[in-house]
């Protein structure tokens, strides 16, 4: 089955403790991103990478890093969180020659809490 | 930079009425846009999308979405919603090749009573 997975899918943990969130895709995409949903703020991006090796920052990339030496997999970091970091998070892929990272797939999130 | 606006934050319908969600993008160039759906407790879903041709653009479950560049619109309908639909959506952008950045509007609530 073609999916997106993430974990964990829930997470409280403390500040300044660091904590990596896994993105998995098993369908050979080449572009994969992360998102936080925020109430009346909608979806932002924080990361996205177009390929292995090739990452760049979205709208809110403060506090986070990412790394992509895999194709299938798109780890988000965060190295000190904050309790502003509590959110939810999305991972997303996309084939690039399918028109474009628009047509995304998303992973089922991660309720993040940093108390 | 791109933007999304959608205005409508929270939307009530009985069964069987006629929806219209409206979404406008900001962007100086080509676009794509996007509709996503998300049900309760569950991931985002593709709704439909508009890369090129007929602005008319139809997608799954009955949505359908109509392009109007003129007033950089694209805003999502169905003629007769079902308790069903009662989820979040979501109005998305990116710009043409180059600018791979996907820019989402901030969500419209629907709620269907039945």
């Known amino acids: 089955e073609a999916q997106v997975t993430q974990n964990p899918r829930y997470l409280i943990t403390v500040t300044g403790k660091k904590l990596t969130v896994t993105c998995s895709q098993n369908?050979?995409?080449?572009?994969m991103s992360w998102y936080r949903q925020d109430p009346g703020l909608g979806l932002r991006q924080i990361y996205y990478?177009?390929?292995?090796?090739?990452?760049d920052k979205g709208d809110v990339p403060e506090g986070y890093k990412v790394s992509r030496k895999e194709k299938r997999n798109f780890p988000l970091i965060l190295e000190s969180p904050s309790p502003n970091q509590t959110s939810l998070y999305f991972c997303?892929?996309?084939?690039?020659?399918?028109?474009?990272?628009?047509?995304?797939?998303f992973g089922p999130g991660t309720r993040l809490t940093v108390l | 930079a791109q933007s999304v606006s959608q205005h409508n934050h929270h939307v009530i319908l009985s069964e069987a009425a006629s929806l219209e969600l409206g979404c406008n993008y900001s962007?100086?160039?080509?676009?794509?846009l996007f509709w996503y759906v998300q049900y309760p407790g569950q991931h985002l879903q593709l709704l439909l999308k508009?890369?090129?041709?007929?602005?008319l653009v139809k997608g799954i479950k009955g949505f359908e979405a109509e392009f109007i560049k003129s007033k950089f619109s694209f805003n999502l309908r169905k003629p007769s919603v079902q308790w069903s639909d009662t989820a979040e959506y979501f109005c998305?952008?990116?710009?043409?090749?180059?600018?791979?950045?996907?820019?989402f509007g901030t969500g419209t609530r629907l709620t269907i009573i039945p």
């Open positions: 962007y100086g160039g080509t676009v794509n």
């Open positions: 369908m050979n995409h080449e572009y």
């Open positions: 997303a892929s996309s084939s690039i020659l399918a028109g474009g990272p628009g047509e995304q797939f």
């Open positions: 998305a952008v990116k710009g043409d090749f180059g600018n791979e950045k996907l820019t």
């Open positions: 508009y890369f090129s041709g007929d602005p």
């Open positions: 990478s177009m390929n292995v090796e090739v990452t």
